[in-house]
């Protein structure tokens, strides 16, 4: 019974009030707000990734830098991971120190934050696709396949489609399963 009267008190207390101003009154919906933004999300066009810091592939490729030195859990699982600030300072805690990227670079890691890089490729929840890097790199499909020449990129960038037949045409030609189960869930 105690409950129920203080229920009721704070009932009729919050009769009448405003919501605080940081509550939203606006509904929650998976909806787009424009028909541009939907039809982009239909056929998987994305904005452009606009990274912290303009990331010089092409550089450490050039010192023979390997995309798994920096991608290092691609050869492990599912997912190639975006390097963490710590493994930019394995190299940058000695190498180039003095140069502005790089100065920027050690002021995450004195903050002990997380460089906020932007991911560039990514299928869609909606695709229902598993993917997964480390069969494709047992397999020897060179990075560049579905990446892209970093050689000649300065900042990583979308150049290749990653779409259905895209992944099936790359599977018949190196005679790898197009079951449907292979790919999707």
């Known amino acids: 019974m105690r ?8 009932s009729v207390a919050a009769c009448g ?25 239909f056929f998987n066009r994305r904005p452009e990734a606009r990274q912290p810091i303009p990331f010089p592939h092409k550089v450490h490729l050039a010192k023979k830098a390997v995309c798994t030195d920096c991608h290092e859990t691609v050869e492990r699982g599912p997912v190639a991971g975006i390097p963490s600030v710590k493994t930019c300072m394995i190299c940058h805690s ?3 120190t003095d140069k502005p990227l790089i100065k920027e670079v050690t002021a995450y890691s004195e903050k002990g934050v997380e460089i906020p890089w932007q991911r560039v490729y990514g299928f869609t929840h909606e695709s229902h696709v598993r993917f997964n890097h480390a069969p494709h790199i047992r397999a020897n499909v060179d990075c560049a396949t579905c990446h ?6 300065t900042v990583a960038e ?14 018949t ?6 079951d449907c189960l292979t790919c999707h869930y």
């Open 173 to 178: 030609q190196k005679k790898a399963s197009n």
């Open 148 to 153: 892209g020449d970093l050689n000649n990129q």
């Open 17 to 41: 009030a405003q919501p605080p101003a940081s509550v939203s009154s606006a509904v929650f919906t998976p909806a787009h707000r424009t028909a541009g933004e939907a039809l982009s999300h």
């Open 158 to 171: 979308r150049v290749v489609d990653h779409n259905m037949g895209f992944c099936v045409t790359c599977h």
């Open 3 to 10: 409950w129920f009267v203080v229920g009721c008190a704070l």
């Open 94 to 96: 000695q190498i180039a």
